[in-house]
């Protein structure tokens, strides 16, 4: 049961623009039944869990409707209204019984942190991030929502273009865990 932190980014590593917008991601052209898609991923995949903004983003782009059928955690220290029947809970709880929590309603799949970036990086610092997994956009943004802002050493463990996007496929190196490279 993997934690993957599973987004797309652009090129200069933001992703959404500073106002949340995801427009510049949202028009670029992807072949859903292809490499390292969503669907795919997401098959894999028994519990969510995403931060405040981005749950906001979802709710305004699936205009109010919840459409994730996993089990999902929300971080906010706010009381944010969730779709009526949304397996959808909002916590301010420790990361580390987020994630055991996760766990235990997964049913044996693996997790997916959505985002945004600093939710992956706490997942990391705590030791609980095993894979990142970015779709690179052929756009630069300048500034906005940061990719994942820490200080990590990652592997490469597979790489594809799926149209528009270059896709990698990064497993997290563990403090201490040593490396093969020379
Ligand atoms: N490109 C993509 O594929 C992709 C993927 C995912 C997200 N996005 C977008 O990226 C943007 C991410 O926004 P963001 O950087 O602001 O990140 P975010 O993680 O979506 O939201 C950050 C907020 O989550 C809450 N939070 C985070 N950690 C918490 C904790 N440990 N305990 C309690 N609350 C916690 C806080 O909100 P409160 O103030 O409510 O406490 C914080 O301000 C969004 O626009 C989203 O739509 C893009």
Same mark, same amino acid.
């Given at each position: 049961?993997?934690?993957?932190?599973?987004?797309? #980014?652009?090129?200069?590593? $933001?992703?959404?623009? !500073?106002?949340?917008?995801?427009?510049?991601?949202? #028009?670029?052209?992807?072949?859903?039944? @292809? +490499?390292?898609?969503?669907?795919? $991923?997401?098959?894999?995949?028994? !519990?969510?869990?995403? /931060?405040?903004?981005? $749950?906001?983003?979802?709710?305004?782009?699936?205009? =109010?409707?919840?459409?994730?059928?996993?089990?999902?955690?929300?971080?906010?220290?706010?009381?944010?209204?969730? +779709? *009526?029947?949304?397996?959808?809970?909002?916590?301010?709880?420790?990361? &580390?019984?987020?994630?055991?929590?996760?766990?235990?309603?997964? @049913?044996?799949? %693996?997790?997916?942190?959505? /985002?945004? /970036?600093?939710? *992956? @990086?706490?997942? *990391?610092?705590?030791?609980?991030?095993?894979?990142?997994?970015?779709?690179?956009?052929?756009?630069?943004?300048? #500034? =906005?929502?940061?990719?994942? +802002?820490?200080?990590? %050493?990652?592997?490469?463990?597979?790489?594809?273009?799926? &149209?528009?996007f270059l896709c990698g496929?990064?497993?997290?190196?563990? +403090?201490?865990?040593?490396?093969?490279?020379?």
């Amino acid at each position: 049961m993997a934690t993957h932190y599973f987004t797309a #980014s652009s090129l200069d590593g $933001f992703i959404a623009t !500073a106002e949340h917008s995801l427009d510049w991601l949202l #028009s670029q052209d992807i072949d859903l039944e @292809g +490499p390292m898609a969503y669907p795919a $991923f997401e098959k894999s995949i028994g !519990a969510l869990v995403m /931060g405040a903004s981005t $749950f906001e983003w979802v709710m305004r782009h699936e205009e =109010g409707r919840w459409t994730y059928t996993q089990p999902t955690w929300v971080l906010s220290h706010r009381d944010l209204a969730v +779709p *009526a029947g949304a397996d959808v809970r909002v916590t301010s709880a420790d990361i &580390r019984d987020v994630h055991s929590a996760m766990l235990d309603a997964a @049913g044996g799949k %693996d997790l997916w942190v959505v /985002g945004g /970036g600093d939710l *992956a @990086g706490q997942f *990391a610092d705590a030791g609980l991030l095993d894979e990142v997994w970015v779709q690179y956009a052929p756009v630069t943004l300048g #500034s =906005g929502a940061p990719l994942l +802002p820490r200080r990590l %050493d990652l592997e490469l463990i597979e790489v594809a273009r799926n &149209r528009s996007f270059l896709c990698g496929r990064y497993r997290v190196a563990r +403090p201490g865990a040593g490396s093969s490279a020379p």
